[in-house]
């Protein structure tokens, strides 16, 4: 069984930028990775993917041109680096992991096996 912690959120201003990272408890060889976010009273969200070898990705709209995802496969990790933070990028947010042949145009959970516990992103001033 695959566990997944995420670590790395916490309170940033607007603009800001925050580093999420995943480590995974076994090797993530086989294995696309996503970030998910569940802001309050909403349905969790894709946000960004990435598929194996790393030479893939997928973003949300609302994230394109101020996240991106990366993979380091030899220290199990997946990162999302986050920049130019809004306030409605506030939520709690998932790694999680699927066996993924590429990412889906729409990240959504069912795409997805295997998820941490998540860390809370707030952006507020």
């Known amino acids: 069984q695959l566990q997944l912690v995420e670590s790395g959120g916490g309170l940033v201003q607007p603009g800001g930028s925050l580093r999420l990272s995943c480590a995974a408890s076994?090797?993530?060889?086989?294995?696309?990775v996503g970030w998910l976010r569940q802001a309050l009273g909403k349905e969790r969200e894709g946000v960004a993917c990435i598929i194996s070898s790393g030479g893939s990705t997928n973003y949300a709209d609302s994230v394109k041109g101020r996240f991106t995802i990366s993979r380091n496969n030899a220290k199990n990790t997946v990162q999302l680096q986050m920049n130019h933070l809004l306030p409605e990028d506030t939520a709690v947010y998932y790694c999680?992991?699927?066996?993924?042949?590429?990412?889906?145009?729409?990240?959504?959970?069912?795409?997805?096996?295997?998820w941490g516990q998540g860390t809370q992103v707030t952006v507020s001033s």
């Open positions: 076994g090797s993530l060889l086989d294995y696309g």
């Open positions: 999680a992991a699927g066996y993924l042949g590429g990412c889906p145009r729409r990240i959504a959970m069912q795409h997805f096996d295997y």
